[in-house]
């Protein structure tokens, strides 16, 4: 019987250790990944507004050719911009397109965090459960 | 007798150092190589993209300006041109930047490109040792799992006589040198007769059988016999039981006496003539262990082609081309091989690589024996090469 219930806790641990938690790793991971896009996004939406804002047409950057090495960059016209959609596909908008863009990408990327914020709680909750279930079959009292 | 308890102790390695635990050394020291590979692949990664900067740096000047499309943000672009070509901001490291012209941002980053290297070579370094450390931690587990057996033996410095009587082997204490040799060929005899026995049946194949002893050959038979025997094994108490205290030369003169009279006790080999001048060589140094095994083989190889004679005429045809090569290539490590094979006859220890040996041996005989006794060596080769050669 001893041997038995050692054997049921060990099952159930491996469960949790190995997919389990590993699960909710890569939830967690793809959650953050869902953020940055949202960060990006944001960003960018704050500097077409600025751009607009400020009636900016010519613009004059610094760009990142690798290692921390820049050079300067000139843009003779700003009204046309290249935003990416996904997939690798970039679409030329003008600011008003962008924004108007942007603003349908944020509510589909709050939508997904929302999706991934409801698979970290279900996946914690499992975990939960089966930490019960192995304290139960210890019968460890519950705290 | 000195007091009959074996002064060494055996042990078998697995008792040492678990299986498991090599093993698992093993297994963590290959995940330590791992995490070296992956940060030697990073490093490889940076050193690409330093090399491809390099020469873009090197390349942008030629124009006034490129058309590129400028990144704004992570998401969007703009269509624009690279303008100052010649004007580069590099990171010199904590957030200073340098205006730099494409020379100087070039000379930099080939000291950065240095650094990787250096970086690299040592990660590179250190993964060899850890291979270095994973290959022993696996041959130690897998000689463990091979139930190899450590030997040990406290040296104790003492008089060579008690040496011998202490060496491990029950055995009786030999005094003197005399007394061994009359020991030993009691033992022979003995020995002898017992083979007599076992191979009564096959006159030829008992004359070879003999003959490869005066070869000082070992075979399996003999082995059988050794250890159907213990006694014998302990008549050859003095040179097996040193065998880890004495030098290969040292041994070989010990034995050969020995040897000599077995041969002669055994088949009568031995023309009466040639016994006195091999006992009075016997009597002294190194050189002499040589000068024993040319009567020796004289004898044998005599007696062996009156008895048996076809298989042994046709050995010698066999190697001889062998036996000149090796006798080209190393004439001074000739003797040495035979008594390398004098050590695993008497010490009874090495069994396996001798087989096959004997008809070889019987064919070295005349010729080459007496090139090898004219070019004894006067120091010891070392116990690898000894195996090899005999081989």
Known sequence: MDSFREEKVKKFEEFVDLRLKPDLLHAIAQRDKVFEQQKVFSDLKRNIENLEKNGVTCLRTSVNLGSEVYMQADVPDTRHIFVDVGLGFHVEFTWTEALEFISVKEARLARQVEEYTHLVARIKAQIKLVCEGIRELLQIPAE | MADGVPKGTVKPLASLISVEEAQNAAKRVHEAI????????????????????????????????????????????????????????????????????????????????????????????????????????????????????????????????????????????????????????????????????????????????????????????????????????????????????????????????????????????????ESPCVKAISASGMVKSNVTERPLFLSTSKEGRADCGSKIEEVPTIHHSKKEKDFGDNVGDRPAVNRADHQKAFTGSIVEHSHGMPSKQTSESSDLSQVSSSNAPTKPVSRFKMQKGGR
Do not use: W
Not at chain 2, 75 to 93: C, K, M, S, Y
Not at chain 2, 151 to 163: A, G, V
Not at chain 2, 207 to 232: H, I, P, W, Y
């Open chain 2, 34 to 273: 791992e995490e070296r590979e992956k940060e030697a692949s990073y490093i490889e990664r940076f050193i690409t993209e330093n090399n491809n900067l390099f020469k873009l740096v090197h390349t942008l000047p030629d124009q006034l300006s490129h058309p590129i499309m400028v990144p704004f943000g992570k998401a969007a672009f703009f269509p624009g041109r690279l303008i100052h070509t010649n004007e580069f901001l590099v990171l010199l490291g904590d957030g200073y930047y340098a205006d730099q012209t494409s020379r100087q941002t070039a000379e930099i980053l080939h000291r950065r490109g240095n650094v990787l290297e250096s970086k690299l070579e040592s990660l590179k370094a250190m993964m060899l040792d850890l291979q270095a450390e994973a290959s022993f931690f696996e041959s130690t587990a897998s000689e463990a799992a091979d139930g190899l057996v450590e030997i040990r033996e406290d040296y104790i410095e003492e008089q060579p006589t008690e040496q011998k009587s202490e060496s491990g082997l029950s055995k009786p204490n030999i005094i003197s040198d005399d007394e061994e040799c009359a020991q030993a060929m009691s033992r022979m005899d003995v020995l002898e007769k017992l083979e007599e026995e076992a191979c009564s049946d096959d006159e030829d194949n008992d004359f070879e059988c003999s003959s490869m002893f005066s070869a000082l050959k070992l075979n399996d038979r003999v082995q059988k016999f050794m250890d159907e025997n213990r006694f014998s094994a302990a008549s050859l108490g003095p040179s097996s039981g040193n065998c880890t205290q004495t030098s290969p030369s040292e041994k070989s003169t010990r034995t050969n006496p020995d040897l000599y009279k077995f041969d002669g006790a055994k088949a009568h080999l031995v023309a009466e003539d």
